[in-house]
């Protein structure tokens, strides 16, 4: 209707051939603004009481996970792995943002199969709903989503972990990053990663890697 009335328009200002060729590029220029819309990531809900045994778990250590901001020097993103006692990674508080993340780096591209987390014991931080997505990165600058993470906080307990397994088709990248929007996060007891863990690129010689040669 609007292409009619410009077309109507345009005849008493130029010849035929010169008002085609206008109205030609018009439609043309409109259709190559119009954009195919992302792809709703799909919501996977969290779980606690799963056997996760078939699973691949991924060997993670301090140099492949980043955090987005910590409290207190104990409260470091160390705990996140360590599985001893009821260690925790807490958020900057008082917050700045709603916004706080976990980037676990695999080393190299690779399929995650299972997000794991568990709770911080006595005081469960987490997120409520779907305020939290998993995405993927090659380079940690341009980020895809991959899911949703949906957390129903009523249903959980304080101890157990809670498990996000991940479609199938989902594509392998080499960091994975647990992004969450959530107002009243603050903590996490623990992280898990199951599937395709790749060897890091350097891993950084500790008193805890570095072999011990008893004499003989």
Not at 35 to 55: F, R
Not at 66 to 95: A, F, R
């Amino acid at each position: 209707m609007v292409i009619k009335q410009i077309e109507s328009t345009m005849k008493a200002w130029f010849s035929p051939l010169v008002m085609a060729t206008l109205v030609t590029a018009m439609v043309i220029g409109g259709c190559a603004q119009q954009t195919t819309p992302a792809p709703t990531p799909v919501v996977v809900l969290g779980k606690q009481g799963l056997d996760l045994s078939s699973y691949d778990k991924i060997g993670l250590d301090e140099s492949r996970i980043e955090v987005s901001s910590t409290n207190q020097l104990y409260e470091g993103k160390e705990n996140l792995i360590k599985g001893l006692g009821d260690p925790y990674w807490h958020v900057k508080y008082p917050k700045e943002t709603d916004e706080a993340w976990v980037v676990v780096d695999l080393g190299r591209k690779g399929r995650l199969d299972v997000l794991a987390i568990r709770p911080r014991p006595e005081y469960p931080q987490l997120w409520d709903g779907n305020a939290a997505i998993l995405e993927g990165s090659n380079d940690k600058k341009k980020w895809t989503p991959l899911a949703e993470l949906l957390l129903y906080l009523g249903e959980l307990n304080d101890q157990d972990w809670i498990a996000f397994i991940l479609p199938e088709n989902i594509s392998s990248y080499r960091y994975y990053r647990l992004f969450i929007t959530y107002p009243d996060f603050l903590s996490l007891g623990g992280l898990a990663a199951y599937g395709e863990g790749g060897k890091p690129v350097a891993e950084i010689p500790t008193k805890d890697n570095i072999p011990v040669v008893k004499p003989e």
